[in-house]
T-cell receptor, first 113, second 107 residues
């Protein structure tokens, strides 16, 4: 039990379609992060939330990407007009209040064909 | 310059060997540091946190050098099961990751 649930775990979509990933922390956590990871690379920061507020977005997050955390609990990451380069694992992480405990979800694998 | 940089390896070592590698970070205000282990196509899993005084967990030893802004991981008596990618994570509010160091332990 990682404390973070991600859905769907795997998604295959055609280029140009929209996809949405969801991250559900088991309990309330202040900070929630999204990362993208491709094979052979470390996770790349996309964005993070402090409660409902989206505090920073990476330049990797083009205007096709949008993330929300409407009630300060679960979060969604939407990719519009998917491109083959979007194929990656999208990881969600939460940080406990003390800043010293991080939980990762199992990731959502996206394949754009 | 990347916020966190790691030697990508790969480190290919025989069973029982000692392997060590470093990770450098650029934000001197970073508050906490971690080593994560990641197996192929899996999410990262916490190996150990890194404290200023250095810390040890079984065969694994982590060190933090704030003056030089690096952390290190040493694996003693390596096992086949230690084969993985080791990610350095720096809590600089953004949780910055290194690209990972690949370790392969051979029989």
């Amino acid at each position: 039990d990682t404390g973070v649930s991600q859905d769907p775990r795997h998604k295959i979509t055609k280029r140009g379609q929209n996809v949405t990933f969801r991250c559900d922390p088991i309990s309330e956590h202040n900070r929630l992060y999204w990362y993208r990871q491709t094979l052979g690379q470390g996770p790349e920061f996309l964005t993070y939330f402090q409660n409902e507020a989206q505090l920073e977005k990476s330049r990797l997050l083009s205007d096709r990407f949008s993330a929300e955390r409407p009630k300060g609990s679960f979060s969604t990451l939407e990719i519009q007009r998917t491109e083959q380069g979007d194929s990656a694992m999208y990881l969600c992480a939460i940080v406990m209040g003390d800043g010293n405990t991080i939980y990762f979800g199992e990731g959502s694998w996206l394949t754009v064909v | 310059r990347k916020e966190v940089e790691q030697d990508p390896g790969p480190f290919n070592v025989p069973e029982g060997a000692t392997v060590a590698f470093n990770c450098t970070y650029s934000n001197s205000a970073s508050q906490s540091f971690f080593w994560y282990r990641q197996d192929c196509r899996k999410e990262p899993k916490l190996l150990m946190s890194v404290y200023s005084s250095g810390n040890e967990d079984g065969r694994f030893t982590a060190q933090l050098n704030r003056a030089s802004q690096y952390i290190s991981l040493l694996i003693r008596d390596s096992k086949l099961s230690d084969s993985a990618t080791y990610l350095c994570v720096v809590n600089d509010y953004k949780l910055s990751f290194g690209a990972g160091t690949t370790v392969t332990v051979r029989a």
